[in-house]
């Protein structure tokens, strides 16, 4: 957005998710609405991609619903993901300014491996495929990264977030001295 403020959901992915999470455990919408400690009628505003959801609301459905807040609020990711900063899916809290932006999910049975890299202009540094099920997730601290599988490399700069298949060939290139980043190795 252009005032620099994070979009909101889409309401249909909202309405999706609470759908086929409320199907997935067999709950009517009287039931999941009073597990949930809401309205009736707003849970069927929600289903039908109407209202204006808050993050209080949404985490009481995925406890009522037991799942993740994400399970809620992720969209569908194609192979190669890019958030830039300031923009992705974000939710306003009732309680507080405060504002979350949720960039990725961790599937059931996953193990994530963290890592804080520096990284200067020079050679890229090239990657073979990890283990098959491998993803990286990357998120820029400082400075400009080129980086993704081959072929499929985007330039990426502070607070751009980027997730893609760690089991393909890959690599990451400093375009600036002192560039940062955080690389998430998820293992399934």
């Known amino acids: 957005m252009t005032d620099g403020t994070p979009p909101r959901l889409p309401l249909d992915w909202i309405a999706t998710a609470l759908r086929r999470e409320r199907a997935r ?8 609405a009073k597990r949930a400690g809401i309205a009736k009628s707003t849970l069927s505003q929600l289903e039908a991609a109407s209202g204006n959801p808050s993050m209080e ?7 009522a619903l037991g799942v993740p807040f ?29 504002m979350a932006t949720l960039l990725s999910a961790s599937p059931p049975g996953a193990r ?23 993803v990286e ?3 820029v601290s400082t ?11 985007v330039e990426l700069g502070p607070g751009d977030y ?16 002192g560039t940062t980043f955080v690389l998430i190795m998820q293992h399934v």
């Open 70 to 98: 994400s399970a809620l609020v992720e969209p569908p990711a194609p192979a190669v993901q890019v958030i830039r900063a300031g923009e992705g899916p974000a939710v306003a809290s009732e309680q507080a300014n405060y």
């Open 112 to 134: 994530r491996d963290i890592y804080h890299l520096r990284a200067e202009p020079g050679a890229a540094r090239e990657s073979e495929p990890h283990i098959p099920g491998t």
């Open 162 to 177: 980027m997730t893609y298949r760690g089991d393909v060939p890959h690599a990451y290139e400093a375009l600036v001295p």
């Open 137 to 139: 997730h990357l998120i």
């Open 143 to 153: 400075g400009r990264v080129k980086a993704g599988p081959r072929g499929e490399s």
């Open 25 to 32: 455990a067999g709950l009517s919408l009287s039931e999941l």
């Open 57 to 63: 609301t949404i985490w009481a459905l995925g406890v």
